[in-house]
């Protein structure tokens, strides 16, 4: 049984002074089974580039309007046609549309102009973490049990003070009321004060995302780690060196909330895609490996769930489409003919498959989960 605490205070010259600790348990409780888990008080205080980046031009991507998404200052949105369309027209009077165009203006641009930039007056973001789980390892005499590992854990995370930007989709959803954040449509909403329009053609042209310290946000999941070996002469395949295994990691992810302001809603996100984030229920990657005393083969595979878009989060209109499950196969080889020497060789998404679109504007995708090279060889 072993238990380990922990404390530390850091002094920070621009966020101040702030406290972090732990405690951890992990118990032996038979040959074969361990249990552990822990709390930790985690601080994170803002970086440099969260204090001191200077304004920056950038072009995030609010949809389409055959989607539901784009500027809710169209006439055409659904925000315009319906019910409370002439509060929607006093926000974007507000925001700087010139009230000569606001009953004609149309926008068929899928990307808007917006501002990126620090924020001095940031504090450390805080998170509570709580973690438990399990790992079997059986000490079994069968060769089929002998070479088998696993282990299971459930984690909840809750960040308060969260440092993060809100993307100009979500406060366009909020600002005109898509998700219920601003019911009396008042002009001077904090989200609506977040966009800014070109005063000739009424377009979002200065939409401004600088760092904050938001809400907060609440994630908990499962990760699952499975390994299993075994030797092939031991189970009557052979009398070689000849071994075969599977390894596999997979996460479920129950939840991930977003507050973005203190005392609004949480609003869950798992299971979407866009807005600067990426959350398949369920993730994994399972390797099958082979291997000899001079060659070693592996295909992997990387599962991605399928995903809703992020939008229909915020804003219930939204038919904006979200993407559908997705499978990449790699496969490589290892020889080693001779001593000292070693051949490698592989290729990458095998059967060359092309990333989803995101947002449902044609060119946009997260090149950080999705493959957007296609097919690729490597020879070492």
């Known amino acids: 049984l072993t238990l380990d605490f922990a404390y530390r205070y850091s002094d920070y010259k621009q966020s101040g002074g702030v406290s972090t600790y732990k405690v951890d348990v992990d118990w032996t409780v038979t040959d074969g089974v361990r249990l552990r888990g822990g709390y930790q008080r985690a601080i994170r205080a803002p970086n440099v580039g969260e204090l001191y980046t200077a304004t920056t031009g950038l072009y995030p991507t609010i949809g389409l309007i055959a989607n539901g998404g784009g500027d ?175 390894s596999s990691v997979i996460n479920y992810l129950d939840k991930f909330e977003i507050q973005n302001l203190p005392g609004s809603p949480f609003q869950d996100f798992a299971r979407t895609i866009g807005s600067g984030t990426t959350l398949p229920r369920w993730r994994s990657t399972t390797s099958f490996t082979y291997g000899t005393d001079s060659i070693n083969a592996l295909l992997r595979w990387r599962h991605i769930g399928a995903m809703a878009d992020a939008s229909t989060v915020t804003n219930a209109a939204s038919t904006t489409p979200g993407v559908k499950v997705y499978d990449y196969f790699d496969a490589s080889l290892r020889i080693d003919p001779v001593d000292r020497f070693s051949l490698r060789l592989g290729v990458n998404n095998l059967f060359d498959k092309r990333p989803p679109v995101v947002s449902g504007v044609r060119g946009t995708t997260d090149a950080g989960t999705y493959d957007v090279l296609g097919r690729t060889f490597y020879l070492s």
């Open 72 to 246: 809710p200052c169209d006439i055409r949105s659904s925000y315009r046609t319906g019910s409370n369309g002439a509060a929607v027209r006093d926000i974007c009077v507000a925001q700087g549309m010139p009230d000569a165009i606001a009953d004609v203006y149309v926008n068929n641009v899928a990307q808007v102009a917006a501002y990126l930039s620090g924020n001095q007056n940031l504090k450390p973001e805080k998170a509570d973490t709580y973690t438990v789980g399990a790992v079997l390892s059986p000490r079994a005499a069968s060769p089929w049990l002998a070479g088998f590992r696993a282990s299971i854990d459930y984690y909840n995370i809750a960040i308060d003070d969260a440092i993060a930007v809100i993307p100009v989709s979500v406060s366009l959803n909020k600002c005109f009321n898509g998700d219920g954040s601003n019911p009396g449509y008042d002009v001077a909403n904090f989200y609506c004060s977040l966009i800014g329009r070109d005063a000739g053609t009424g377009g979002i042209t200065n939409a401004l995302q600088p760092y904050l310290n938001l809400g907060g946000y609440r994630t908990a999941g499962v990760d699952v780690q499975l390994d299993w070996s075994v030797r092939l002469a031991d189970i009557g395949l052979g009398d070689g060196s000849g071994r075969f295994g599977i």
